[in-house]
Nanobody, 114 residues
């Protein structure tokens, strides 16, 4: 089993930055992809960024050039650096680890004021 805990969300003005963290506990040996998703009110959950075991990254078009996903394997933590935040980035952000099965964190709220 893998448990995920996100942190780092909060309220920020447009143009500001936040760094989200997702700390894992348990056996992450089988995890092949780590990702960040977000869900805004009334909208479907969407992929924001992902990183594979080999280090390949993928980003939603809406965040390319503004967000960066990274990881610290020793700390079993994945990060999402978010710069130039805009009100449309307001959402609950979730991390997801995928291997033989998917594991989700509880989410962290990000609110960007205009």
């Amino acid at each position: 089993q893998v448990q995920l805990v996100e942190s780092g969300g909060g309220l920020v003005q447009a143009g500001g930055s936040l760094r989200l963290s997702c700390a894992a506990s348990g056996n992450t040996f089988t995890i092949s992809v780590k990702a960040w998703y977000r869900q805004a009110p009334g909208k479907q959950r969407e992929l924001v960024a992902s990183i594979t075991r080999g280090g390949s990254t993928n980003y939603a078009d809406s965040v390319k050039g503004r967000f960066t996903i990274s990881r610290d394997n020793a700390k079993k933590t994945v990060y999402l650096q978010m710069n130039s935040l805009a009100p449309e980035d307001t959402a609950v952000y979730f991390c997801k680890y995928s291997g033989y099965k998917d594991y989700w964190g509880q989410g962290t709220q990000v609110t960007v004021s205009s």
